[in-house]
């Protein structure tokens, strides 16, 4: 069974903050990983990544998979309070075509 | 605005009632999905639609029937839910089955009492 870990699952940082945001993952046979943003409604698409070592950049946003470790991470730079929200990690099976998503980091940025 | 809307935003119902949630896209999508999101657990996936057929259902109970009319409509009709089924209830769409993105809509809360 496909399995997503995210963590830390809450995080508070103050603004201007950099944050670093973990996803390991188990899958039977990968197809690829997605970042979410969610916050008190729909999630929306941040990133999908499905090679290694080529980070995703969307201005403070960046994010970078490892398929031998498998994990990821996302990273944020220069916090804003907007950007207060749960991130959402999930990884798509070849074989099933699900995603398979993590809990979920809670992320909070204090003015 | 993300192209999926889902009606209504918030329903507070019964273990005896009946009622329905509605989803409709915006996006040309074939395939569209029902996902369940409850307090500290994962997104679950519930139903998959690609072209109107259902093409997964994930061992969910049969108090939830989903109905997908055409390509841009997806139903989830609710009868004799439990206090366990309260979550916010999320629909989801894609060019085809397995595409990514998914692009979801800002989900029905539900709450039984």
């Known amino acids: 069974e496909d399995k997503v870990v995210q963590s830390p699952l809450s995080l508070v940082v103050h603004e201007g903050d950099t944050v670093t945001l973990n996803c390991s993952y188990e899958v039977t046979n990968f197809r690829s990983l997605l970042w979410y943003k969610q916050e008190k409604k729909a999630p929306t698409f941040l990133f999908m990544l499905t090679s290694s070592g080529i980070e995703k950049k969307s201005g403070r946003l960046s994010s970078i998979l490892d398929k031998k470790e498998l994990f990821s991470i996302l990273n944020i730079t220069a916090t804003q309070t907007g950007d207060s929200a749960i991130y959402l990690c999930?990884?798509?099976?070849?074989?099933?075509?699900?995603?398979?998503f993590g809990t979920g980091t809670r992320l909070t940025i204090i003015p | 605005e993300t192209g999926v809307t889902q009606t209504p935003r918030h329903l507070v119902m019964g273990m005896t009632n009946k009622k329905s949630l509605k989803c409709e896209q915006h996006l040309g999508h074939n395939a569209m999905y029902w996902y369940k999101q409850s307090a500290k657990k994962p997104l679950e996936l519930m139903f998959v639609?690609?072209?109107?057929?259902?093409?997964e259902n994930n061992s969910v109970p049969s108090r939830f029937s989903p109905e997908c009319p055409n390509s841009s409509h997806l139903f989830l009709h609710l009868h004799t839910l439990q206090p366990e089924d309260s979550a916010l209830y999320l629909c989801?769409?894609?060019?085809?089955?397995?595409?990514?993105?998914?692009?979801f809509g800002d989900g029905t809360r539900l709450s039984i009492l």
């Open positions: 639609y690609s072209l109107e057929e259902r093409v």
């Open positions: 999930a990884v798509m099976d070849f074989g099933n075509e699900k995603l398979t």
């Open positions: 989801a769409s894609s060019q085809v089955r397995g595409a990514q993105p998914q692009h």
